[in-house]
């Protein structure tokens, strides 16, 4: 067989359709809270979200096992869902209260969610297999129902992280200004924290829990290297997250690897190709050049009021004189205006 | 306590104390700047400037005492009219992680509590703003490799942008070239001319110096000296730059944004009104 033909009866396969459908809306919707994430100095969130959300998959496996449901994996992804928020929402408290105590808390949270969650998944009968499907991915079993479910949330992440984003990168960008601008920074806290949690939720599937955080923060760390805004940032982190996840995991068609770590190794090297040509196309920048404009406005500053010799006169005549040129400033004004 | 037009002062403050961890930082604070003021806050080092301001915009909580901006109490974040405030912090608190353009920055300063989008023309708007300090060439050039007193100036933008009625700057002249001092002053004094409230933390007037009314110094978390001496007789605003009847009413109402007369910014570097 040719790599052609192995290609199309990859494509042609429905569960490789749907497998590629959710990798593909995975990747584009993880690198948009990730943009967020990164720029708050908090690319470890995902991390900490994702070990909690493996104690919510036990525990969804734990209750379909109570329920006597068919499949034990049935409540797993809600189960991950809940915990995932929580988690997120505990992170945010504690991060909101005593900033310096925030990274202990974090590594609280990885220790005891992958405790937890190891522990519970044994409880309920789980073997090594499926632990290892939640902790490295395996999208081997979708169904029609997860691609609707992935949909859904990637519109939910996508809806937030774009429409919201001239408020949202205020807030990663400088919190203090944000909370001085009247922005309700506590509400936008909480959706950064519940966003990145679904985020988690719908990535865990494709990459696993322990690589979500990869998915989040390794394409928008390549975006770093070459986009030159913060809207770029997470254009070119989407367009990179689509890729990877759709060319790992036709990898996984291949050769039998873990889609995860196809992915995350993926990504990575991307970031070194790019970290390594990057010096090579970076073009020179004329950064001392005096902007003309700058100029002009000062010689007009010198000849309009006078300054800086007015500022060695005291007291009263300062503000005289100050008030005096705002007045020889007026006639000026008013012609300007009515013209 | 209302002027005689039944106006709400810009700032009143009362009894205010703030402690931070175990420090007292501000022991008893009464406050009131009359609008279209122009206030200098001076004191040494650690006495409790920035705290004040820092106060003044809700961002440290009163221990005791109370805040009102325009007559609404701090406490209640909602009814703050935040689009009418305009801060310049005293550093840049971000840090520098991926490329953000100084476009970018200075259009964060068009949101409030209502607005989590800027309307259209932002762009346009950051691009004015940057002009007034200098700096429209470098809109699209990432901040992080801009100098210290340039991010200075991105900041003291993306404060303008809102063209706020009340602004407050914590030490604009430290680390700041000569000539860009010279401009912010003649930026300064425009704000002031259209009747814009400001209140300035400094060490040294300097070059500010011709435009304050009145200075504040403070001591420990106390106020030491005030010269409000100066407020009853601070010099009018200039006659074709003060607000009409008609429309200073307005203001006062918070209906008005736009048809403030002498709302466009004189841009000095064309001669001409900033489009609004
Ligand atoms: N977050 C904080 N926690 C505890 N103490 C603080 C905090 N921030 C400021 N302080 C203390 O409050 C006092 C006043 O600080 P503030 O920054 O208001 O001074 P300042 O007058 O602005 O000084 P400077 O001229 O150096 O800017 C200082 O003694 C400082 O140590
Ligand atoms: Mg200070």
Redesign the interface.
């Known amino acids: 067989m040719t790599f052609l033909d192995t290609l199309l009866s990859m494509l042609s396969s429905e569960l490789m359709q749907r497998a590629l459908l959710i990798a593909g809306l995975v990747g584009v919707s993880a690198p948009v809270i990730g943009?967020y994430l990164?720029?708050r100095?908090l690319a470890l969130l995902g991390d900490g979200i994702g070990h909690v959300a493996l104690t919510g998959v036990a525990m969804g496996w734990l209750a379909g096992a109570a329920a006597g449901t068919a499949s034990a994996d049935a409540l797993a992804v809600p189960g991950a869902v809940a915990a995932a928020i929580i988690g997120a929402l505990l992170i945010e408290f504690v991060r909101d209260r005593g900033r310096t105590s925030a990274d202990v808390a974090l590594a609280m949270l990885f220790y005891g969610g992958i405790a937890g969650g190891v522990l519970l998944i044994g409880l309920a009968g789980g073997t090594a297999a499926n632990l290892t499907g939640y902790l490295f991915g395996s999208i081997s079993t979708v169904d029609s129902l997860d691609v609707w479910l992935s949909a859904g949330l990637a519109v939910f992440i996508l809806g937030v992280g774009l429409?919201?984003?001239?408020?949202l990168?205020?807030l990663c960008?400088?919190?203090?200004?944000?909370?001085?601008?009247?922005?309700?920074v506590r509400a936008l806290n909480i959706l950064v924290a519940v966003t990145a949690a679904l985020t988690v939720a719908i990535s865990m599937r494709v990459v696993g829990v322990l690589l979500v955080s990869a998915l989040m923060i390794v394409p928008?760390a390549v975006?770093?290297l070459i986009?030159?805004?913060?809207?770029?940032?997470m254009g070119v982190a989407m367009v990179l997250g689509g890729i990877v996840c759709v060319v790992g995991l036709s990898i996984t068609y291949f050769h039998a690897l873990s889609p995860g770590a196809t992915i995350t190794v993926l990504a990575i090297t991307l970031y070194a190709g790019v970290a390594v040509i990057r010096p090579l196309l970076h073009r020179r920048r004329h950064?001392r050049?005096p902007?003309?404009?700058?100029l002009?406005?000062?010689s007009?500053?010198?000849a309009?009021?006078g300054?800086?010799a007015?500022?060695r006169?005291d007291g009263h005549a300062?503000?005289?004189?100050?008030?005096r040129?705002?007045?020889s400033?007026?006639?000026r004004?008013?012609t300007?205006?009515s013209a | 306590m209302r002027d005689r037009a039944g106006r709400h002062p810009a700032v009143q403050i009362d009894g205010l104390h703030v402690e931070l961890g175990a420090n007292s930082v501000l022991e008893g604070i009464d406050l009131e700047v009359a609008d279209g003021q122009t206030l200098a806050l001076l004191g040494a080092n650690g006495s409790g400037k920035t705290t004040l301001v820092r106060a003044v915009l809700g961002l440290v909580p009163a221990t005791r005492g109370r805040i009102a901006v325009y007559g609404a109490d701090l406490v209640m974040r909602r009814a703050v009219p935040w689009s009418r405030l305009g801060y310049v912090p005293q550093r840049v608190n971000a840090q520098p992680v991926m490329s953000v353009t100084a476009e970018e920055v200075v259009a964060a300063g068009l949101l409030d509590h209502r607005r989590l989008v800027p309307g259209s023309h932002a762009r346009e708007r950051a691009q004015d703003a940057l002009g007034q300090v200098g700096l429209r060439e470098r809109s699209r050039d990432n901040v992080h490799l801009f100098s210290g007193g340039q991010q200075q100036r991105v900041l003291i933008a993306r404060a303008l942008i809102r063209r706020p009625d009340l602004l407050i700057i914590d030490e604009p002249l430290s680390g700041i070239d000569h000539d860009s001092q010279t401009a912010l002053a003649v930026t300064l004094s425009d704000l002031q001319a259209r009747g814009t409230t400001i209140i300035v933390v400094l060490h040294d007037p300097g070059v500010l110096a011709p435009l304050i009314h009145r200075t504040v110094v403070l001591d420990h978390g106390r106020v030491r000296h005030d010269d409000a001496a100066g407020i009853e007789g601070f010099p009018p605003r200039a006659g074709s730059t003060l607000p009409s009847d008609a429309s200073d009413d307005a203001r006062v109402r918070g209906t008005d944004r736009a048809p403030h007369p002498d709302h466009h910014a004189l841009d000095l570097t064309t001669g001409r009104r900033g489009s609004s």
Request: avoid cysteine; charge should be positive; charged fraction near 25%.
């Open positions: 943009t990164v720029q100095r429409g919201l984003r001239p408020a990168f205020a960008y400088d919190e203090e200004f944000a909370r001085a601008s009247g922005l309700p928008v975006a770093q986009a030159p805004s913060f809207r770029a940032t950064l050049r902007d003309p404009q700058h002009q406005h000062l007009r500053v010198g309009v009021r300054y800086p007015d500022t006169a300062r503000v005289a004189s100050a008030s040129g705002a007045r400033d007026a006639p004004r008013n300007s205006r």
